[in-house]
């Protein structure tokens, strides 16, 4: 968007009136606009009257009205002179001064068919001379005038309203460009995906030199689509670049391109890619590409709606440009299945770059980007909060330090603290605490057993994640308390053992309510969703199941406007299904007994956990190694060794 300056523009009745140079001309485009006034209703009032006061003042009459049987008798006195007939009135000047009617007086009567007023007139030696009265003039005053004034009105609120306004508007991108001088966005305001951005180097490169290119007849890609989770920075990534290569940079969603009327979203990709041609080299970002880029041919009505019109006016822009031009067209989206074949092939967005989630030295580098205008105390280690946040995004870490801003400032604190940085983790992960919803003596135990039970048997399994945090808090919509447990490195594959004690801790807070009152409750609903979640997925998807093998039983999850109505929900038989479902149960049933017989041989300590969580709310990591004491593997280690 171009900047707004602060010096006067001179005010040029051309481009008032729309007469100057058309929007898609170099100038127009890159002057900086005049700063606009508001328009309020007033204005339109004050129009309105002074158009009212201009056409009484215009077709005023400064004449003495009289009647016509008050001429016939200023005639009969010989008191009339200068008289002018007209086939409408009669106009005229008195004479001889009277006490009531001064000398030469411009006076007017409506005329009536009268044969005898010229013999009089005659008779008098009054004289007289006729005219034929021309109407255009009046007009011109009554109606020309007015119109051109509420033109001018009309051109005045539009101009006001901004480019958009317009009927005519309709087909004009609605793209916002940022100018070279604009965009200080660099590589250096992006961390954690180095990878991404070694491979966007030679885009950059390509835009700051396409001669070297050139010479020895190589073709950068025309387009370079960016696919990534939500918030791991794919519009900053693209804005980078930009600001990297020194070119002005063109940002439109995919959305902006889709009207309610046939054609408009057609128009406006032309109207994009013309003015990005004439003030190439330059980048045009599209942001959340599969809301223009849906698969074509899945409409269950099979008409050739406005989105799919404008799809293939963006296929055939795409392929109509030379690449040397020095216009790359870059894309965002997290949903590239559901993307058209066509978009993908070479060509086209031949370039995919993954921008995936940061790892712990990536969100590290983040939060160095996103500290250095917070005031943090010395105690304060980024390398612990990055440890802390594992699976966070770019944007989940700038809310973290935001958070805990704010959480300094509302404690009148000087600096943000390791505190205010661990608050803001469990407000992101578990929601705003409620410390002031109310809950029985007996709701609060249930739930303190409850989290017990969970923390208890992380800490004994071997292969689950440490528990840094067990609170009795309510927290976010429906959480009564949380058990917060973080993994000590990065993961990206589990083993069967370990998907095994993620079980068996999920199920450890049911039996722990069981083996204390002899009765479950609903608070477990989440956590036996869960549980039959992974227990599912480990015998249809990772054939983690020995009587079934080695075979997967669910086949690529696609989009449900991408199945076909006649292709079956799945493709195994009913005593197949059967077992799949015995098997699942049987998981299930293996993780429940496990979780009891390791709950059923610390219950002291599961009460003792259960007392200081009543006490506390909370117990930190510290405090819960002092409570569970050599607990750690005691149980389960002997025997699998003797297994």
Known sequence: ?????????????????????????????????????????????????????????????????????QFKALVKENRVEDLVITPEIIKGKTKDYTDTEPPGKPFQAVRVEDPELIKELDKKGIQYKGKRENK?????????????????????????????????????????????????????????????????QEVIEFLRNPGKFKRLGGKIPKGVLLVGAPGTGKTLLARAVAGEANVPFWSISGSDFVEMFVGVGAARVRDLFGQAQQRAPCIIFIDELDALGKARGVNPMGRHDEQEQTLNQLLAEMDGFDPNTGVIIMAATNRPEILDPALLRPGR????????????????????????????????????????????????????????????????????????????????????????????????????????????????????????????IPRGISALGYTLQLPTEDRYLMTKSELLDRLTVLLGGRIAEEIIFGEISTGAHNDLQRATDIATSMVKEYGMSEKLGYVTFEKEKRPLFLQSPFQPSREYSEETAKEIDEEVKHIIDESYTRAKRILAQNEAKLKKLANILLEKEVVEEKDLKKVLGKSLAEVERPRRKSA
Do not use: C
């Open 1 to 69: 968007m171009p900047r707004r300056g602060n010096r006067k523009e001179k005010f040029n009745l051309r481009d008032f009136l729309g007469l100057g140079n058309s929007s898609g001309s170099r100038k127009s485009r890159t002057s900086p606009p005049s700063k606009k006034t508001n328009f309020t209703i007033w204005y339109i009032f004050i129009a309105f009257l002074l158009v009212f006061l201009l056409q009484n003042w215009l077709t005023s009459q400064k004449v003495n009205e009289i009647s016509y049987s």
């Open 136 to 200: 255009w003039l009046s007009g011109i005053f009554a109606w020309v005038i007015p119109i051109i004034f509420f033109f001018l009105i009309w051109r005045l609120l539009f101009t006001r309203m901004g480019p958009e306004a317009g009927a005519l508007s309709f087909g004009k991108s609605k793209a916002k460009i940022f100018a070279q001088k604009e965009n200080k966005i660099t590589f250096k305001d992006v961390a954690g995906i180095d990878e991404a951005k070694e491979e966007l």
């Open 349 to 472: 967005f031949d370039r995919h770059i993954l921008v995936d989630r940061p790892d712990i030295v990536g969100r590290e580098e983040i939060l160095k980007v996103h500290t250095p205008g917070v005031k943090l105390a010395k105690e304060v280690d980024l390398r612990v909060i990055a440890a802390r946040t594992p699976g966070f995004v770019g944007a989940d870490l700038a809310n973290i330090v935001n958070e805990a801003a704010l959480l300094a400032a509302r404690k009148n604190k000087d600096h943000v603290e390791m505190d205010d940085f661990e608050e803001a983790i469990d407000r992101v992960v578990a929601g705003l605490e409620k410390k002031r919803r109310v809950m029985s003596k007996k709701e609060k135990e249930i739930v303190a057993y409850h989290e017990s039970g969970h923390a208890l048997v992380a800490s004994i399994l071997p292969n689950a994640d440490p528990v840094r945090r067990v609170s009795i």
